[in-house]
């Protein structure tokens, strides 16, 4: 499947403008009591496009925070979470040098005062196997997952993807990718970008059916069975260069 768009991208980041369901609201609720956490730092995990930057954002808001994302860690932005009070690292498992990671760990523990809010993909204990006092502060962090989305959250993120591309989904085309979709806010962005790309150019403002719903489904499913057969076209060629 293509890397689509994500529902929670930029711009805005803005409190009122994130979606909360029951797959999300424990992280909502982590979020708004950072200052009765256990500890000086706490994790946010779950897929792509599923809130975590947007979280991320609005506690750097709410907290006077510094927000960093992971793969940008470099020696200038070390120190400039090492002289904050507060600060996010968006994507944290992307972090190249998980001795910079500990580093800030430790740091944080030496003024018990300071909080930091991490994300990514998976549990902390996933991030690094080594060095070792890394491995273990990761997997005592609290964290907290982000799940699916359930049924609710799924209509209401294709609504909006799709209203930001001036198309309208009518009741009964959402409960049909519903009941018919992969669940999770990525293959959303993929549907509706499909759905798009089926209305041709001249489609904006038109209202999507349950018919031009199954066109997109199919479109994308033909989709992943080329990538597949090419993967396997690719896997035989390997053999044979053995």
Same mark, same amino acid.
Request: aromatic fraction near 6%; charge should be negative; glycine fraction near 10%.
């Given at each position: 499947?293509?890397?689509?768009? *994500? =529902?929670?991208?930029?711009?805005?980041?803005?409190?009122?403008?994130?979606?909360?369901? #029951?797959?999300? %609201?424990?992280?909502?609720?982590?979020?708004?009591?950072?200052? /009765?956490?256990?500890? !000086?730092?706490?994790?946010?995990?779950?897929?792509?496009?599923?809130?975590?930057?947007?979280?991320? %954002? @609005?506690?750097?808001?709410?907290?006077?925070?510094?927000?960093?994302?992971?793969?940008?860690?470099?020696?200038?932005?070390?120190?400039?979470?090492?002289?904050?009070?507060?600060?996010?690292? /968006?994507?944290?498992?992307? @972090?190249?040098? =998980?001795?910079?990671?500990?580093? +800030?760990? @430790?740091?944080?523990?030496?003024? =018990?005062?300071?909080? %930091?809010?991490?994300?990514?993909?998976?549990?902390?204990?996933?991030?690094?196997?080594?060095?070792?006092?890394?491995?273990?502060?990761?997997?005592?962090? !609290?964290?907290?997952? @982000?799940?699916?989305? /359930?049924?609710?959250?799924?209509?209401?993120?294709?609504?909006?993807?799709?209203? #930001?591309?001036?198309?309208?989904?009518?009741?009964?085309? *959402?409960?049909?990718?519903?009941?018919?979709?992969?669940?999770?806010? #990525?293959?959303?962005?993929?549907?509706?970008?499909?759905?798009?790309?089926? +209305?041709? =150019?001249?489609?904006?403002? #038109?209202?999507?059916?349950?018919?031009?719903?199954?066109?997109?489904?199919?479109?994308?499913?033909?989709?992943?069975?080329?990538?597949? /057969? *090419?993967?396997?076209?690719?896997?035989?060629?390997?053999?044979?260069?053995?």
């Amino acid at each position: 499947m293509p890397q689509p768009a *994500l =529902p929670f991208g930029p711009p805005g980041f803005q409190r009122d403008g994130f979606l909360v369901s #029951a797959s999300n %609201a424990g992280a909502v609720l982590a979020v708004d009591r950072w200052r /009765d956490w256990a500890g !000086p730092a706490a994790a946010l995990w779950g897929d792509a496009g599923s809130g975590k930057s947007h979280l991320a %954002a @609005i506690w750097t808001q709410d907290a006077g925070a510094v927000l960093i994302d992971g793969a940008d860690l470099d020696a200038p932005a070390m120190a400039r979470l090492m002289a904050a009070p507060r600060f996010a690292l /968006d994507g944290a498992d992307r @972090i190249a040098d =998980p001795e910079r990671l500990l580093h +800030l760990l @430790i740091g944080l523990e030496s003024e =018990p005062e300071r909080r %930091a809010l991490l994300t990514g993909r998976f549990a902390p204990a996933l991030w690094a196997t080594a060095p070792r006092d890394l491995v273990s502060r990761l997997a005592a962090m !609290p964290a907290i997952a @982000i799940g699916p989305p /359930d049924d609710a959250l799924l209509a209401r993120v294709l609504r909006r993807l799709a209203a #930001a591309r001036g198309l309208s989904l009518e009741p009964e085309t *959402l409960a049909y990718l519903g009941a018919r979709m992969e669940r999770s806010f #990525a293959a959303a962005a993929a549907v509706v970008d499909a759905i798009e790309a089926q +209305l041709g =150019p001249g489609g904006r403002g #038109a209202r999507a059916g349950v018919t031009l719903a199954r066109r997109a489904l199919e479109q994308l499913r033909d989709f992943d069975q080329q990538s597949l /057969d *090419l993967s396997d076209d690719v896997g035989e060629m390997s053999g044979h260069d053995r």
